[in-house]
């Protein structure tokens, strides 16, 4: 699958892959993108499949979205690119690094961020927000406050509806579309909570980055992340909550930027 991407950074230095999280787009990691290719990085900021402009398909999970990246990387002819994942974006790039373990002669990846998620199951819980945007009659919507109004009877948090209406767009004859496949993602909203399949050790410098108010990374997923990745550390971000970029972006590149910059 060919995925849509956005570029920034002098093509002579070493590649790194943002995947975002479910509902997002790469348009959410722009100034994030921009940020990290001044520290002398190529970076590629790639929307999934079924979100922002990239191909719809009915095969929504993390075998397929690791198969996607696999593909990028391949087409695009990356060494030993810098991996970092959001949310749904972090189960992709921990499945593709379980999937297309690093050969002798050609490296597929050589350090991994995960932001924000375990590996581990997590039950469906956005079973409110696909209510609030299946609720919105695209045929008759003629502004996004429309939309906000209808969406915030599902969603009380202004800054989270602000995130979630960025995937509205206008077509070229004037009306609202979404950049999201929103029925194969409620139809498959069970997959994107899944356990990682093929679960092996890997070995790579890699680094998990959780906010202090969210609870996708819990104290107990700690010896998990530990067993699978034994050359791992978790940062904590204090006051940061689930969308640790967006939140507290400063730190977030002050982490990350230690990290890639650190001797392994």
Known sequence: MKLFFREVGDSSHPP???LHGLFGS???????????ATQGYHVFS??????GQSPRHEGFDYDSMAADLHE???EHQLHAPVL???SMGGKTVMQYVMNYPNATTK?????????????RFYPVHHGDILRGLTAIDLSTLTNRNVADATLSQFEASPAVRQFLLKNLYRTPDGRFD??????????????????????????EPTLFIRGSESGYIADSDLPVIQK???????????????????????????????FLTAKT
């Open 84 to 86: 970092v994942g959001h």
């Open 26 to 36: 790469s348009d959410n990691w722009l100034t994030i993108s921009k940020t990290i």
């Open 107 to 119: 490296q597929s990846f050589s350090k991994l961020v995960v932001v924000d998620i375990a590996p």
């Open 16 to 18: 790194l892959i943002i």
């Open 46 to 51: 790639v929307d999934q499949r079924n979100h």
């Open 178 to 203: 979404w950049r999201l496949n929103l029925p194969v993602i409620a139809s498959e909203i069970h997959g994107v909570g899944e356990e990682l399949n093929h679960p092996r050790t890997i070995t």
């Open 228 to 258: 699978l990745f034994p050359h791992s550390r978790v940062a904590t971000i204090n006051g940061a909550g689930h969308w640790v970029q967006a939140e507290k972006p400063a730190e977030f590149v002050a982490l990350l930027t230690s």
């Open 72 to 74: 990028f990387i391949s």
